[in-house]
């Protein structure tokens, strides 16, 4: 509600501008364009990360399962149609898909696994996930 009524005063704002700089020289109207811009922007980038943070929330409350999950834990995911998803590293979530990196290898030297493919999941699909016991 908040973004629309920012939205709706700088619009507002911008056509009663308008009105009174026509009598100035042309390069006002620029100005103001100009500033109308950088207002837009900034309305935009401080409303995208409140609903980046609300579609992480109804996510976490929709699917439980993404409360245990740490990024970079190796787990194990069963499907809805059978296939299981063995060893691999979860790497984040967005809205109804989960990011898993597949086909990893234990790096001795750097005490970290390496992905060498990157897969989707929508989390719809998922029937389970376990934890990789060590």
Same mark, same amino acid.
Do not use: F, N, R
């Given at each position: 509600m908040k973004y629309w009524l920012l939205?709706?005063?700088m619009y507002s704002a911008s056509t009663i501008a308008i009105t009174y700089l026509k009598g100035f020289r042309w390069w006002y109207l620029v100005i103001w364009a100009i500033v109308m811009i950088f207002v837009d922007i900034?309305?935009?980038k401080k409303f995208e990360r409140q609903r980046e943070q609300k579609d992480r929330n109804k996510a976490k409350k929709k699917y439980p399962f993404l409360n245990e999950l740490n990024e970079?834990?190796?787990i194990t995911v &069963? =499907?809805?149609n059978g296939e299981k998803l063995t060893d691999v590293i979860f790497l984040d979530y967005i809205k109804s898909e989960m990011l898993l990196g597949t086909e990893t290898e234990f790096n001795n &030297? =750097?005490?970290?696994?390496?992905v060498s493919e990157i897969r989707w999941i929508k989390l719809k699909r998922v029937e389970s996930i376990l934890p990789r016991a060590d």
């Open positions: 939205k709706l005063g900034a309305i935009e970079g834990q190796v &069963e =499907l809805k &030297e =750097l005490e970290t696994y390496e």
